[in-house]
């Protein structure tokens, strides 16, 4: 196939990145964005490659039953979101359909479990924390939005769909404060300018927000004016921090922070447990399926009063501190200082005295807590890029009872499954979709320690 060709495909199913898959007449699979399964299109394709193609839509010439008409006014030229073209209960059973094909091909599991994915009650408006790129244009003015797919241009649009209402209430504010200063906007290409990120966090339950400056360099005109008007105009907004982040690099956060304003926290609540979130806290985006969450890894955990726990990765101790009360010690092992410390204030927060929080990586510390600890469940909720090889050798070797993994990468946490299916079954994996408009999904998965005979 060459760049440029147009081919005519059916749509067949919907790959992990949310794009539609078809197959070209000689039978190789083409990647096509915004199309959903039962779609017949005209596309044009964009990028061919030995075993696959991407293409992109030039005309559809008959729509799928799983379609609806997208609400918002920049979907598919912004690349926050990737399928609210189709129906939310049809997402939900794609993404099922999904885990399941992962756990199959990558993870070679079969005879086990899979439930329907749990719904989030708002398929929109639910996101706690937005992360906006700004830009400015020639007069510039400053705007901020999402970027567009695949690249670094910033698309504007300043009432996302997915956002909790006070974060785009909160951006508005913001830009209408920015554009009364003369304030440059950071340049990726040569490192000047001084703003770079605007983020904002909000508490779903408690009404409080955090603004947060991403600046590169210390010097920010006029904060205090601004600072104050926006504490002025937003009751909600407990504070404003200034981080620093001077590096070339698409991190978004330096390691600096400074506060400008009131104070550098907010607090929520999941279920009747209640959690502080600074600056920089991990915190699930969706608070209310955030529960859901919590609540399917107590299922797993089952009637155990008596067991010792560990929750590696533990970040904040969101877990550890709804867990706490349904058994007998909780081990929260967390590499960040920052996570650690709020992570200790949490339990506090909720009167929790029988959770240790580690600050060490998960791999240097997991061998001497089995060794020395009656350990009876691990919780594991890695980052997207899944367990390290020592820890799934070690796991396999020491033959925990339960094993409870907790994944925002099904692919990753399929591989992983595979590895420790030496010594693990997979009972059974129940998804919870935090992010609904996105291919992104929870996947919650209890294996137990084989009896060998």
Not at 298 to 324: C, H, P, Q, R
Not at 409 to 431: F, G
């Amino acid at each position: 196939m060459n760049k440029g060709e147009i081919r005519t495909i059916k749509i067949r199913d919907l790959a992990h990145g949310g794009d539609g898959v078809g197959k070209s007449a000689e039978g190789k699979t083409i990647f096509v964005p915004y199309t959903a399964p039962g779609d017949l299109v005209k596309v044009k394709i964009t990028k061919d490659k030995k075993n696959y193609a991407f293409a992109e839509i030039t005309d559809i010439l008959k729509y799928s039953e799983m379609r609806t008409d997208a609400p918002c006014p920049v979907y598919g030229d912004c690349g926050g979101c990737q399928i609210q073209h189709i129906k939310y209960n049809e997402e939900l059973n794609l993404k099922k359909k999904n885990i399941n094909d992962l756990m199959s091909r990558i993870g070679s599991q079969e005879n086990y479990q899979i439930n329907n994915v749990k719904a989030s009650p708002d398929e929109f408006r639910y996101r706690n924390k937005a992360q906006f790129p700004l830009k400015a244009d020639d007069e510039g003015i400053i705007s901020a939005g999402f970027y567009r797919r695949g690249s670094h241009q910033v698309v504007p649009y300043n009432n996302c769909l997915i956002q909790h209402p006070l974060i785009n209430r909160i951006l508005r504010e913001t830009l209408s404060e920015l554009n009364k200063e003369q304030i440059s906007v950071y340049n990726e290409q040569n490192n000047l300018g001084l703003l770079r990120h605007l983020i904002i966090r909000v508490g779903v339950c408690t009404n409080q927000a955090l603004l947060i400056f991403v600046t590169n360099g210390d010097f920010f005109p006029e904060k205090e004016l601004i600072t104050a008007n926006l504490m002025d105009k937003i009751p909600e907004l407990k504070g404003v921090v200034q981080n620093i982040n001077e590096k070339d690099t698409n991190v978004i956060f330096g390691s600096r922070s400074k506060l400008l304003s009131g104070q550098n926290f907010i607090k929520d609540y999941i279920g009747n447990k209640v959690y502080k979130i600074s600056t920089r806290s991990f915190f699930q985006v969706n608070t209310l399926q955030a529960e859901k969450l919590y609540v399917t890894a107590a299922e797993f955990l089952g009637e155990s009063k008596e067991d010792n726990i560990i929750d590696a990765y533990s970040g904040t101790g969101s877990i550890a501190v709804y867990l706490a009360e349904k058994v007998k010690k909780v081990f929260a092992v967390e590499s960040l200082a920052s996570a650690v410390k709020d992570g200790r204030e949490n339990a506090e927060l909720n009167n929790i005295q029988n959770i240790e929080f580690i600050k060490a990586d998960v791999e240097n510390v997991l061998p001497q807590l089995l060794e020395n600890e009656n350990i009876d469940t691990i919780i594991f909720d890695p980052p997207r890029k899944g367990l390290d090889s020592e820890t799934i050798e070690m796991l396999n070797e020491m033959g925990i009872k339960k094993i409870i993994y907790i994944s925002c990468n099904p692919s990753t946490q399929a591989r992983d499954i595979n590895k420790l299916s030496k010594t693990y079954k997979l009972q059974k994996i129940q998804p919870v979709d935090l992010f609904p408009q996105t291919y992104h999904i929870e996947s919650v998965a209890l294996l137990e320690k084989k009896h060998h005979s």
